[in-house]
């Protein structure tokens, strides 16, 4: 399933390379949601709450009526994941909160999905050069992947695993990286990270695997 991605920083739609460099920016909303409202999910990010230096959160919350999203970005307490429900969103995306001292924090991903449900938690994995990083991509940690899916496992409804090392420059996400991830957990899992082509949705498709596209759609390479 191709799930489109919304991504907000200084109060219009952008796409970042590699979560840094700012490649395109827009500000037409009605249009993309329009574009956006056939599918079943859309993914909605708040980049600044992610990265601390404001919010989208009116934006967030307009977007999120007005299409079925999974929300992210800044969410790092139950209080806040309750508030982003609150607001419209489908389902919260949490991933630095995940992480407490370079270590997995299992116990806040047992209290969360206790009082949220699991089908409502997706966790994000965001990886570069092959572990996991946080607070908006600044700080990298000693944990892999693989082993943050599997101890959280018991947790989520599903896993957002992002491949930073190709985020943005729409040069294809490797499919041999998402197909071990896929063998680590039944959950259901979604890829992100320079999908650009139908033929990678495919192939992720066959694996039971979702895609997340921006920068290819927004290019006008996929049909939307």
Aim: aromatic share 6%; net charge negative; with cysteine.
């Amino acid at each position: 399933m191709l799930i489109p991605s919304i991504d907000l920083m200084g109060g219009k739609i952008v796409q970042l390379v590699q979560g840094s460099k700012k490649a395109l920016e827009f500000d037409n909303f009605d249009e993309w949601i329009e574009r956006f409202s056939e599918y079943p999910l859309v993914q909605l990010i708040d980049l600044d709450a992610a990265m601390g230096t404001g919010n989208n959160r009116s934006l967030v919350q307009e977007i999120a009526h007005r299409l079925p999203c999974q929300v992210g970005g800044g969410i790092r307490s139950i209080a806040s994941a309750h508030e982003t429900l609150a607001a419209g969103a489908c389902r919260v995306i949490l991933g630095s909160s995940l992480i407490s001292e370079g270590n997995i924090n299992s116990d806040f991903a047992g209290e969360i999905s206790e009082q949220l449900g699991a089908e409502k938690l997706v966790f994000a994995v965001d990886s570069l050069r092959g572990h996991v990083a946080i607070k908006g991509w600044k700080q990298t940690t000693d944990i892999k992947p693989d082993e943050m899916m599997r101890a959280l496992e018991p947790f989520c409804g599903a896993f957002l695993y992002t491949h930073i090392d190709t985020e943005g420059l729409l040069q294809g996400i490797p499919i041999d990286v998402v197909r071990r991830l896929r063998a680590c957990t039944s959950r259901r899992l979604i890829a992100a990270g320079g999908i650009r082509s139908a033929d990678e949705i495919d192939a992720l498709d066959k694996m039971g695997v979702d895609a997340v596209v921006g920068m290819a759609i927004y290019q006008r390479l996929l049909p939307v």
